[in-house]
């Protein structure tokens, strides 16, 4: 079984540029969530989606947003690019919407603002 | 919201003893908790997930307690390997699957042959 891909592995952006990333799921998995890893705040929720529909948000600004695909494929995207934002952007698959299942990690999107 | 502290300064183990990493949370007990591992450069992986009901869980070399009492998991390796390396995390999920998962920082596991 194919697991969690992510494009691109790694991205460059200007500040005040938008960006889009893009997660592909473990086959039948229609949960999707995505975190921000940077060093000093380490790995944080940002939101999640299932069969389209965003079940849950995290504590960032509007800047940061995202969707779900029809096939559970999701994108996010950040708008408005600040330094701050550089970190790694890990997309996650489960097999259900609520709690208790494990989470499998894709490789992760390096992003560098300059 | 819940603040989750694992220690953030490296442990160094020699190889074939036991490691044994801490994760403590700081409110109200989580319904699961559970233990990743990170490489550098990648993605965590799943490890071990334990219920708030449970006290302990197994598998293979790796072991997990809960003490909602002390309000603190211990996750343990034994006859440790220097393939074990790496950052392990703890994270911890709340009541109805909102918020997601809440991580700690890691804790960075160095095994020396």
């Known amino acids: 079984k194919a697991g969690v891909t992510q494009t691109p592995r790694y991205l460059i952006k200007t500040r005040g540029q938008q960006v889009t990333l893009s997660c592909s799921p473990i086959?039948?998995?229609?949960?999707v969530s995505w975190y921000q890893q940077t060093p000093g705040q380490g790995l944080q929720f940002l939101f999640e989606y299932f069969s389209e529909t965003q079940r849950n948000k995290g504590n960032f600004p509007g800047r940061f947003s995202g969707r779900q695909f029809s096939n559970s494929r999701s994108e996010m995207n950040v708008s408005t690019l600040e330094l701050g934002d550089s970190a790694l952007y890990l997309c996650?698959?489960?097999?259900?919407?609520?709690?208790?299942?494990?989470?499998?990690f894709g490789p992760g999107t390096r992003l560098t603002v300059t | 919201s819940q603040k989750i502290e694992q220690n953030s300064e490296a442990l160094n183990i020699q190889e074939g003893k036991t490691a044994t990493l801490t994760c403590n949370y700081t409110?109200?007990?989580?319904?699961?908790l559970q233990w990743y591992r990170q490489d550098p450069g990648r993605g965590p992986v799943f490890l071990l997930l334990?219920?708030?009901?449970?006290k302990e869980k197994r598998k293979e070399r790796l072991k997990v307690t809960f003490d909602t009492t002390l309000k603190q998991s211990l996750f343990h390796i034994t006859a440790s390997q220097p393939a074990d390396s790496a950052t392990y995390l703890c994270?911890?999920?709340?009541?109805?699957?909102?918020?997601?998962?809440?991580f700690g920082k890691g804790t960075h596991l160095i095994i020396q042959p």
């Open positions: 086959s039948g998995h229609r949960s």
């Open positions: 334990i219920r708030e009901n449970e």
């Open positions: 996650a698959s489960k097999g259900g919407p609520g709690r208790g299942y494990e989470q499998y």
């Open positions: 409110n109200y007990s989580p319904a699961y």
């Open positions: 994270a911890l999920e709340e009541g109805g699957g909102a918020d997601g998962l809440t």
